[in-house]
């Protein structure tokens, strides 16, 4: 559960923060404002701060700042958020909405569209640097927004490398810059 409001105390950071190491000390933590949403999901760091996706009757992408306790509605997409995360090398959050729409949150708060795929309910996303690997319900795998292969059950990312296995069993490796086959051959799995 958690406040849907603008700018609103919800729990006291009083003296969280450890000016010596730096940490976090949950114990000093209070409740401050009952006034309650359903829940919050995809808790991520950015900054010295957590973004979160308060679920209300709308999605809401709030800041919690952990110095102050104060909760900043920074977005409020038009539709529902089914992911969001932090690109590990630029350091921008990127949110997925069930439009298919990836966009990425400005640090002015602005949102600019980084790509789109297939509608879905939910995602399976991958970094490698600052690409997005997204596979879909449907089995699809994109780069970036770029189909890159379908029939596509599971993957795994290592570097430049994209390992991913078919609906018919075959292993393959690829390239996600030039989408070239590093082997030679396809490898079945028994």
């Known amino acids: 559960m958690f406040n849907c409001g603008k700018n609103r105390h919800i729990w006291s950071f009083t003296d969280a923060k450890d000016p010596v190491t730096g940490l976090l000390s949950l114990k000093k933590t209070r409740l401050v404002d009952v006034n309650w949403a359903r829940f919050i ?13 308060a679920r ?38 990127v949110v997925a909405t069930t439009n298919g729409m ?45 189909l890159f292969a379908d029939s596509v059950t599971s993957y795994l990312i290592s570097d430049d490398v994209c390992i991913y296995i078919t609906l018919n069993n075959k292993l393959r490796f690829m390239s996600l810059t030039t989408s070239e086959n590093l082997c030679s051959g396809t490898f079945f799995l028994k």
């Open 102 to 146: 990836f966009e990425e949150i400005m640090k002015d708060a602005e949102i600019r569209l980084k790509f789109q795929v297939p509608p879905s309910e939910s995602y399976d996303v991958k970094f490698a640097g600052d690409v997005i690997v997204v596979l879909t319900p449907d089995h699809e795998l994109f780069v970036n927004g770029r």
């Open 56 to 93: 209300c009757e709308n999605d809401r992408i709030i800041k919690i700042d952990l110095e102050t306790g104060v909760v900043t509605v920074v977005q409020e997409p038009s539709v529902a958020v089914v992911w969001m995360g932090v690109t590990p090398l630029s350091n921008m959050v």
């Open 41 to 53: 999901s995809f808790l991520v760091w950015y900054d010295d701060n957590l973004l979160a996706v």
